[in-house]
């Protein structure tokens, strides 16, 4: 017996906040990946403190966007019973952890943003996304101060953590346009100022990253040509195998609980 | 895990009512900036503290376990040293 799919009414605000909680949840995953296999104790710690955070702000948006909609759907069935095709996070979130170095990077450059991108949402005329902004800022911070000071020391580290961290750097960089991205259906909710536009955030975040990249010795790549499609649900070959993993309690038995 | 590049960190910990930071226990770090991070990580996840300090481990002197004879007996036939012979008066609060 499997657990069906899902279906969700994607007004613009259910979809805008689908998209955030995506976002925190298929990180958080990501780094609870690491519970048990991190370099150190005290980083194994740090990544599942950072995982967590994200794991309570996509409760938060879940249950949000499951009140937008008013249907029968809630958190759990958001984030469990939703095939590859509706999740809406950014491609960059779904990638492979790969190396500490790599883990980091991503880390780094969805921190960058999410520390802005909350700050600035703290001014939203929805009050419950202005609340849940003030309390992921904080944390959003902290994740950029933490992967910050790993940027620099694994970039100005051995010769050995400078390559891998320049090849993250290189291979996720095309999957950091994204985040700017804004189409019609948040076109709207920025002019209500619902949502703010990211485009704003663009240049701090910019600078934030090569003064970083800078002190770590690091490079920022070269090509502008950026990868796109999470948002819509045309997603990298990752996250299904993520799912697979995220969901099969809930796809197997059905409304689980313990 | 340690490796030969982290060393060793004790951390202290002033708890949200405390008066002086506490010894909580150690941790592995790079440096000392890492081992601040790592401190608020590991030791205050529950909300156990305001402050954190990080010292190196090999930056503390310890008293030799195998001379606590010479270093503490003495002290203890001195009963008179306690002050347990008057009252504290209530308006002098925590000493």
């Not at chain 2, 190196?56 to 030799?64: E, K, L, R, V």
Request: glycine share 6%; proline share 4%.
């Amino acid at each position: 017996m499997t657990a069906a799919s899902i279906t969700v009414s994607e007004t613009p605000l259910v979809l805008y906040v689908l998209r955030r909680a995506d976002d925190a949840l298929v990180l958080g995953h990501r780094l609870s990946e690491w519970c048990g296999h991190a370099p150190m104790m005290e980083e194994d710690m740090a990544m599942a403190n950072m995982g967590l955070d994200l794991l309570g702000q996509a409760r938060e948006l879940y249950g949000y966007a499951a009140k937008v909609e008013g249907k029968d759907n809630d958190e759990d069935t958001l984030a469990y019973l939703r095939d590859v095709r509706q999740y809406r996070n950014l491609l960059l979130l779904e990638q492979p952890n790969g190396d500490f170095a790599r883990t980091m990077v991503r880390q780094f450059f969805y921190a960058a943003f999410s520390d802005l991108y909350w700050r600035a949402m703290m001014a939203s005329r929805d009050a419950t996304l202005a609340a849940i902004a003030a309390k992921s800022e904080k944390e959003s911070a902290y994740h950029l101060r933490h992967s910050s000071e790993w940027m620099v020391r694994l970039g100005d580290g051995t010769e050995e953590s400078h390559r891998r961290a320049q090849l993250a750097v290189d291979d996720l960089w095309a999957f950091t346009g994204e985040m700017f991205a804004v189409d019609d259906s948040e076109r709207g909710l920025i002019d209500a100022g619902i949502a703010i536009d990211p485009e704003s955030l663009r240049t701090q975040w910019l600078a934030t990253v090569a003064r970083v990249i800078d002190e770590a010795t690091l490079k920022l790549p070269a090509n502008d040509w950026m990868q796109k499609g999470g948002r819509i649900g045309h997603h990298t070959e990752h996250l299904g195998h993520l799912l697979s993993e995220l969901q099969s309690m809930q796809r197997t038995f059905p409304g689980a609980t313990w | 895990m340690a490796t030969p590049n982290s060393p060793l960190w004790e951390v202290f910990i002033r708890s949200r009512n405390g008066l002086a930071h506490k010894h909580v226990g150690s941790l592995h770090a790079a440096d000392a900036t890492l081992a601040l991070q790592a401190a608020r990580d590991i030791y205050t996840r529950r909300g156990e503290g305001l402050s954190i300090w990080v010292v190196p481990s090999s930056a503390i002197t310890a008293s030799d376990p195998s001379e606590k004879g010479m270093m503490f007996e003495p002290a203890e036939s001195k009963i008179y040293r306690h002050p347990t012979f008057y009252d504290v008066p209530e308006e002098v609060g925590h000493m």
